[in-house]
């Protein structure tokens, strides 16, 4: 079994230490950065660090030295932006130092993502993602819009405030099977239910399997909106997507 201690990066080692309280994901972490390069471990400390100008070198360095993109996206960025994403979850940072970080991931995806692309790499499933109706609040949906393109889905933001309509011709327009719906608000939480209610009176809902998520939503609220998923963070939106597209293979 992996120990701390074999994590040759100082800072990681500190991050997982000191911000990762929940014996699952301190496991998870620990075998993750225990069996990663060195350089990975670097890029994914410049990340959680906020340090884009780093992770631009860092990201640059490693393709240089012929590592796979996908080992650098997998990880290097999308592990550090896991133990990110448990920071914000767990209180440990705010909405300033995500958007620090949300630009470094951005900085070293900028070299990943093309190559990826021309290597002819097909998308896990294309997802639609928004905030509903009334609610301005973008933060934690922008989060796992980052993480789910991270992962390997094709995302289609509709951004904030976001109609049952525009929810609906989305999902029509690119044949997503996947739509995740965010609130912060408990005043705009029911909107996930009308939501919900007007792919029924449409006739889609057998089409898209839906995810909901936000500070203020629960398992229970998800139960009782005929949602298929609840996800309580960036890490549990990836992991329910995945698990719809298992289904569905």
Partial sequence: MAELKNIANETIRREIEEYVERPDEIERNVELFSRTRPLMQEIAAALVEGNDG?????????????????????DGLIAGMGIVGIKFRDNFIFVPEVLACARAMKAGMTY??????ASGVKPLATVVMGTVKGDLHDIGKNLCIMMLRGAGFNVV??????????????VEEHKAPILGMSALLTTTMPNM????????????????KIMVGGAPVTQEFADDMGADAYGKDALDCVAVAKGFVSVQA
């Fill in 193 to 208: 239910g009308k939501t919900i209610e007007a792919f029924i009176d449409a006739d889609l809902r057998e089409d898209v």
């Fill in 112 to 117: 990943i993502e093309p190559i990826l692309s």
């Fill in 157 to 170: 933001d509709l951004g904030v405030d976001t109609s049952d309509d525009e929810f609906i011709d989305a």
């Fill in 54 to 74: 780093a992770v631009d070198q860092l990201t640059k360095k490693a393709l240089d030295q012929d590592i796979d993109a996908l080992e650098i996206m997998d």
